[in-house]
């Protein structure tokens, strides 16, 4: 049986247990339901919730081991995302119509009629009933179910594919993604989903933790390429929709599967007590495999471990807890700093100060990066007699420079009401600057190096801020950090701009000051989120009297929420636009006699191009025969029908060339 359609093991459903399985099977899914309700109960109403439980018993009833697998899926939505019910009601008619067509394909053994399969998930929708939760859901439903179709075409396309995900062939497919246009509820489902098969995949070698005493079963082609994609394609749509910590779950479970090694190394540099030694084997990053049977038990048996992220080792305290401790203490300080300078506060509108930690793929980029440019220093003998590369990674967390930062984000008042905007704008500039001095006044830059002005040259995509390196004494050592200071306008594009556009292109700037911009960022929520308007235009002012306190707190939150993720949501409809305005996304295959895909891959052309423009660039790419000489003559297909090589593409096109052995050659005209 061909892997690409085979039904993956945690989603099988057994079939039959003794009485002692079933027991467990329905505590399991007790605790399951009732964390998602607890979690549900933060933001949304007691009819919501109801609504939402209406849906999850129309489609699962009885099945206790679907249930529990829904509840799993529905909480990352809820945990990471904080989805209103809409979405996790068409989320949960999406998991069961995933499901029956994972069945479905499983015991057709891949040999489904290629226009039936494209069109698997949105038919497993029909008769499910979810007409019966109103049009915003059906939407919702849909949509993803034709992001879903449109991953099953390129995961078909490519099974034949030998080499690994590239660079190109992700920046690809994440275009592809977002060029299917629909609510973007929908990408956020399928988003979540990966993070689900993600958390699957690892639950299931968990329970093969026994094996870790002869060491860890490699991954299976499936398994590698769900995580290669997590990393690559999945994690980088959650950060565009402004959903960082689904980003950070989704890269640390893939950094912890792919490369375990690494891994491991990473999580002792933070589990470490600030005393102890460095190994060899540490620097190295060699596996322990009694750690990882400790580590898998711990995340196994979390309960019986009594273990925290980070241990303690006696006394000591370990390098995780010291950096968080660090990390807010400077904060505090800083906080201080800038609250007690006159100047500062004469001329600040608004002003935060945030911090962070860099999670452990993060970090272990950042430790490549630095052996790079270690490597890079060495020549000749020198590099000739040097000890193997990997011992030019660093050895502890504290030798990554930006492993702490701290950022300021400030807005300058207007002086007067009519202040132009451009004389605003120079004193942000001006006072980034100012609050620079300050800070490295109290604490003094370590390496002039590592003084990066971004606003005097701002960053090829955009990107604008003043950063630079320091230190702070803490405990007796020496505590790296670094300070980035930029203005609400900056981070403003940093986060949602041309700057976080890393995939696409390099475009102009967005007019956040706009009263287009924010006009379009109104209707972008009220696009979103039609229902939920009224209840989010309540002011004070209008001494609107709530039920009670929980009611208050969720509009609260719920506003909040909005706030944030609007400019993102801003952001994707720009990029959307853009995409259409000046460029196609299309898949292309050839396929032999039996239906079997030879080779293909998603190729990016400039709108308005045709098929014949797809070929040739399958030709450079060699998806296609160099010649074409086994090609059927003119004959290609696009969506499942003849079309002509003149025919020009849309944006998710699928075009297939069938191959069959002394066919005619396909004539190219150059």
Excluded at 248 to 259: C, K, N, P, Q, V
Excluded at 647 to 669: F, K, T, W, Y
Aim: glycine residues 6%; proline residues 3%; hydrophobic residues 35%.
């Amino acid at each position: 049986m061909d892997e690409q359609i085979e039904i993956p093991p945690w989603l099988l459903i057994p079939l039959a247990g003794d009485k002692k399985s079933s027991e467990n099977l329905s505590r399991s899914c007790g605790k399951i339901i009732t964390k998602l309700t607890v979690a549900m109960n933060i933001y949304l109403t007691t009819p919501e919730i109801s609504a939402v439980f209406d849906a999850i018993d129309q489609n699962v009833g009885n099945d206790l081991y679907k249930k529990a697998g829904l509840g799993d899926f529905l909480l990352i939505l809820v945990e990471t995302m904080e989805m209103g019910h809409h979405a996790l009601i068409a989320a949960t008619f999406h998991y069961c119509s995933c499901i029956k067509a994972a069945k479905r394909e499983h015991l057709e053994n891949g040999n489904m009629d290629k226009i039936e399969g494209e069109n698997l998930y949105l038919c497993s929708l029909a008769g499910t009933g979810i007409e019966n939760f109103g049009t915003e859901v059906i939407r919702i439903g849909l949509d993803a179910a034709r992001l879903k179709g449109t991953e099953s075409l390129a995961a078909r396309m490519s099974s034949q594919s030998k080499r690994r995900l590239t660079r190109t062939d992700a920046g690809n497919l994440r275009s592809l993604l977002l060029s299917v246009r629909g609510d973007w509820r929908a990408l956020a489902i399928r988003v979540a989903a990966c993070l689900y098969r993600l958390r699957g995949l690892d639950s299931h070698r968990l329970g093969q933790v026994s094996q870790l005493f002869d060491g860890l079963p490699a991954l299976t082609s499936y398994e590698n390429k769900v995580c290669r994609e997590a990393l690559h394609i999945y994690a980088p749509l959650a950060h565009r929709l402004g959903f960082n910590s689904l980003k950070i779950a989704l890269e640390g479970t893939a950094f912890r599967l792919l490369y375990r090694r690494q891994y491991m190394a990473v999580s002792k540099m933070y589990s470490r007590s600030e005393n102890s030694p460095v190994s060899e084997e540490n620097t190295r990053g060699e596996l322990d495999v009694g750690y990882a049977i400790q580590d898998a038990k711990r995340r196994l048996f979390p309960q019986r471990s009594g273990m925290i992220q980070y241990r303690q080792f006696g006394d000591s305290i370990t390098i995780g807890e010291g950096m968080k401790e660090v990390m807010d203490d400077v904060t505090q300080r800083m906080k201080r700093v800038l609250q007690e300078d006159d100047v500062f506060m004469e001329n600040i509108a608004s002003v935060s100060v945030t911090a962070r930690i860099k999670e452990p793929y993060s970090l272990w980029k950042k430790m490549l990066r630095i052996r790079a440019q270690r490597l890079s220093k060495m020549k000749g003998k020198e590099f000739a007699n040097s000890i193997h590369a990997s011992s030019c990674l660093p050895s502890s967390v504290t030798e990554v420079h930006d492993a702490i930062a701290l950022r300021v984000v400030l807005r300058t008042r207007k002086l007067t009401p009519d202040e132009d905007d451009e004389v605003t704008e120079a004193r942000d500039r001006a006072l980034c600057y100012y609050v620079q001095e300050l800070c490295r006044d109290r604490w003094p830059a370590v390496d002039e190096a590592r003084l990066k002005d971004y606003i005097k040259s701002p960053k090829p995509n955009g990107y604008q801020s003043l950063h630079y390196s320091s230190q702070t004494r803490w405990h007796g050592e020496n505590w790296p950090f670094e300070l980035q200071v930029r203005s609400a306008d900056m981070h403003r594009v940093a986060e949602y701009g041309i700057a976080a556009h890393f995939d696409y292109k390099i475009g102009s700037q967005l007019d956040v000051n706009s009263d287009l911009y924010l006009k379009n960022v109104e209707e972008c929520l009220q696009q979103n989120n039609p229902n939920e308007m009224e209840v989010e235009n309540i002011s004070p002012s209008k001494n609107f009297i709530f039920e009670n306190y929980d009611t208050m707190i969720r509009v609260g939150r719920k506003r909040e929420r909005d706030e944030r993720q609007a400019p993102y949501l801003k952001a994707l409809s720009e990029t959307r636009m853009d995409m259409a305005r000046e460029k196609v996304i299309v898949m292309l295959t050839a396929e032999k006699n039996n239906g079997m895909p030879e080779s293909g891959a998603i190729i990016s052309l400039p709108s308005g191009a045709c098929v014949l423009d797809a070929l040739r660039e399958g030709k450079k790419k060699e998806v296609l025969d160099i010649s074409l000489s086994s090609a059927s003559g003119p004959h290609v297909y696009r969506n499942g029908m003849l079309t002509g090589i003149t025919e020009q593409l849309r944006s998710g096109d699928m075009l297939v060339v069938p191959i069959m052995d002394g066919a005619n050659e396909l004539a190219l005209q150059r």
